[in-house]
T-cell receptor, first 115, second 109 residues
Framework: GAVVSQHPSRVICKSGTSVKIECRSL??????MFWYRQFPKKSLMLMATSNEGSKATYEQGVEKDKFLINHASLTLSTLTVTSAHPEDSSFYIC???????????FGAGTRLSVL | GIQVEQSPPDLILQEGANSTLRCNFS?????LQWFHQNPWGQLINLFYIPSGTKQNGRLSATTVATERYSLLYISSSQTTDSGVYFC???????????FGKGTLLTVNP
């Protein structure tokens, strides 16, 4: 149980284009989903908290107009990297928290490369 | 915010050896999770352990909340145990997790 699916696993795009990443909880309802960014050989940094049906809460320093987050249902959150630039290249990971629980379960991550 | 420190940053073992990884945190927590990040980047839940002791096969973990630290024990290590081990803690009602910098474990055959 508690499986989180993230898609795509890898994406290569041209500078200036937008990329959408999906995060789905497959066997549970996720009131809250989280988006993290990880640089090579570094720790995970929380970008934003996504609550179903409401606006995402962004961490300090994260541009909300660049990283658009939508949490339209209890099983799906999306992260759209708009007008991507090479410095947006990174490993993006989502997690989901079960309703009424504290444990976060993580997707397999998306490796974004912007050329 | 809560500060999380993990030690050691790097650890190299021979297969079959035991090891202890430590996680210190700066404030009281109501959530503590240990993860193993495999070479492909997937974070695998090992333990949810805001307090107490748990065991799962060759792995066990202990959190002493009053002294603000947690330990992850790996016994009879195998090459497949290699990867980065993260400790992540949460202390508020917003369910956020703060990650430590991780311990890179290499188990040699």
């Amino acid at each position: 149980g508690a499986v989180v699916s993230q898609h795509p696993s890898r994406v290569i795009c041209k500078s200036g284009t937008s990329v959408k990443i999906e995060c789905r909880s497959l066997d549970f309802q996720a009131t809250t989903m989280f988006w993290y960014r990880q640089f090579p050989k570094k720790s995970l940094m929380l970008m934003a908290t996504s609550n179903e049906g409401s606006k995402a809460t962004y961490e300090q320093g994260v541009e909300k107009d660049k990283f658009l987050i939508n949490h339209a249902s209890l099983t799906l959150s999306t992260l759209t990297v708009t007008s991507a630039h090479p410095e947006d290249s990174s490993f993006y990971i989502c997690s989901a928290r079960t309703s009424g629980g504290d444990i976060q379960y993580f997707g397999a991550g998306t490796r974004l490369s912007v050329l | 915010g809560i500060q999380v420190e993990q030690s050691p940053p790097d650890l190299i073992l021979q297969e079959g050896a035991n090891s202890t990884l430590r996680c210190n945190f700066s404030d009281s927590v109501n959530n503590l999770q240990w993860f193993h990040q495999n070479p492909w980047g997937q974070l695998i839940n090992l333990f949810y352990i805001p307090s107490g002791t748990k065991q799962n096969g060759r792995l066990s973990a202990t959190t002493v909340a009053t002294e603000r630290y947690s330990l992850l024990y790996i016994s009879s290590s195998q090459t497949t145990d290699s990867g980065v081990y993260f400790c992540a803690v949460g202390g508020g009602s917003n369910y956020k997790l703060t990650f430590g910098k991780g311990t890179l474990l290499t188990v040699n055959p």
